[in-house]
Nanobody, 119 residues
Framework: QVQLVESGGDLVQAGGSLRLSCAAS????????FAWYRQAPGKQRELVAI???????SYANSVKGRFTISRDNNKNTVYLQMSNLKPEDTAVYSC?????????????WGQGTQVTVSS
């Protein structure tokens, strides 16, 4: 299990941009998958974006063309670049890391960071 710490959440005007970061530490195992989720008040948690070790990415339809997920060369930090933010993007954004070893998979979650978009 790896420790994850998110940062970068803030209050921003509609149309603005933010860059979220998720730093992983405490494990030498390869993080096979990084993902960003979000949960708005009164709504279920939803997958926003994912990235694998080969660089493949996938996005929720609601954020395609506006958000970009990426990871650093050491595979220990994942980012979410968010542009043209909308009030509907307001949520707590959380990072998830998936590791695999010995035929088992392990999931780790960060505490989340608040993103608030005003209209």
């Amino acid at each position: 299990q790896v420790q994850l710490v998110e940062s970068g959440g803030d209050l921003v005007q509609a149309g603005g941009s933010l860059r979220l970061s998720c730093a992983a530490s405490g494990s030498s195992l390869l993080i096979a998958v990084f993902a960003w989720y979000r949960q708005a008040p009164g709504k279920q948690r939803e997958l926003v974006a994912i990235t694998a070790t080969d660089g493949a990415t996938s996005y929720a339809n609601s954020v395609k063309g506006r958000f970009t997920i990426s990871r650093d060369n050491n595979k220990n930090t994942v980012y979410l670049q968010m542009s043209n933010l909308k009030p509907e993007d307001t949520a707590v954004y959380s990072c998830k890391a998936v590791q695999a070893a010995g035929g088992k998979t392990y999931e780790s979650w960060g505490q989340g960071t608040q993103v608030t978009v005003s209209s």
